[in-house]
């Protein structure tokens, strides 16, 4: 399948027609494509987005693959693509805050759809400025379960990374796509069932592998922190994280605690990015014995064959167990 996959992508670049999202091959949609334009904050969104719209929507990115949504400065060209788009979509909690003032600035004509916020029944959990909440025991937590309303970067925004909270994205896609195109709804209706029945497959094979793991292989460090959502859902324990935001190197003290932490939980892997510098992952591994795994997909997709949503969460699953000696 994957084989086929790539086939496919290799045969519509050499056509110079491909609307994968990954791939902005011109700054602008092309002239006389009168297909529905919709423009997604990551390439893991404009995956899901192009799962459920099909080919006859033409889904872009705009933050390319490998790049960072959290720092991410749009560039003039990306207004362009956001005036013309049909659907805007980001995930929101403060991940693509940027979002906002670029749709402004381009006149957007279209509303912001945004996956990850006010999701009834999903438990939030505490963001990266609210992180090391344990260690810090500062007076800022609230005992409200929903994410805070007057400050998003109170919740943590990595929801995709639970393959449960990922088909409620899905849902809510085939929701508003209908919405913006009613003659296309019962299409995007049937690609969104089939679409969560394989993400209901993949949930539960993760779960499945994860729950074999003993109890003393579950603590994890993560480099930014992108997994609480993963780890809840499939049993795993965080212990820290090495950044507290994207661009904000940790303190020698703090990388210290990490240190300390890593050594009295027994913590055996560090998860690492691609899209960011693993230097400091493994000097705190050295210094603890912890394995680095560095080649884990969260807010980017990669290359093919880890170019779909699902294959990156397969492949950080395989990754993550491998490094717990699953
Ligand atoms: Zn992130």
Not at 8 to 13: D, I, S
Not at 199 to 206: A, E, F, V
Not at 253 to 268: C, D, H, P, T, Y
Request: net charge negative; glycine share 10%.
């Amino acid at each position: 399948m994957r084989r086929f996959g790539a086939l496919l992508l290799v045969a519509c670049l050499s056509l110079g027609a491909c609307g994968r999202p990954d791939v902005p091959a011109s700054s602008g949609p092309s002239k006389g494509d009168a297909r529905l334009q919709i423009v997604a904050t990551t390439t893991v969104l404009a995956d899901l987005v192009q799962r459920v719209a099909g080919d006859a929507v033409s889904v872009a990115s705009l933050v390319p693959k490998g790049g960072e949504v959290h720092t991410f400065d749009p560039a003039p060209s990306d207004l362009t693509r956001v005036a013309a788009a049909t659907l805007i979509v980001g995930n929101g909690l403060g991940l693509d805050e940027w979002l906002t003032d670029l749709a402004a600035r381009a006149g957007a004509r279209a509303q912001i759809l945004h996956l990850g916020e006010d999701l009834a029944g999903v438990e939030y959990l505490a963001g990266e400025e609210s992180g090391h909440a344990e260690e810090s025991g500062h007076a800022g937590e609230s005992s409200d379960s929903g994410h805070g309303s007057d400050d998003d970067h109170a919740t943590n925004p990595h929801l995709w990374l639970d393959v449960a909270i990922a088909r409620r994205y899905v849902a809510r896609l085939a929701e508003a796509l209908g919405a913006a195109d009613p003659a296309g709804a019962a299409g995007y209706a049937a690609r969104a069932a089939a679409y969560d029945a394989r993400l209901s497959t993949l949930d539960t094979s993760i779960r499945t592998r994860f729950e074999a793991l003993p109890e003393a292989n579950r603590q994890i460090v993560s480099f930014h922190d992108a997994f609480p959502y993963f780890a809840a859902a499939y049993g795993l324990e965080i212990v820290g994280v090495v950044v507290a935001a994207p661009g904000q190197d940790p303190s020698a003290g703090e990388v210290a605690a990490l240190i300390e932490a890593i050594r009295v939980s027994g913590a055996r892997a560090i998860l690492a990015e691609v899209q960011f510098n693993d230097r400091l992952a493994r000097q705190i591994a050295e210094e603890t014995g912890a394995t680095v795994v560095a080649d884990l997909y969260t807010d980017s997709l990669g290359d093919p064959p880890l170019d779909s949503y699902e294959a990156i969460l397969e492949w950080d699953a395989a990754r993550i167990l491998e490094a717990l000696g699953g």
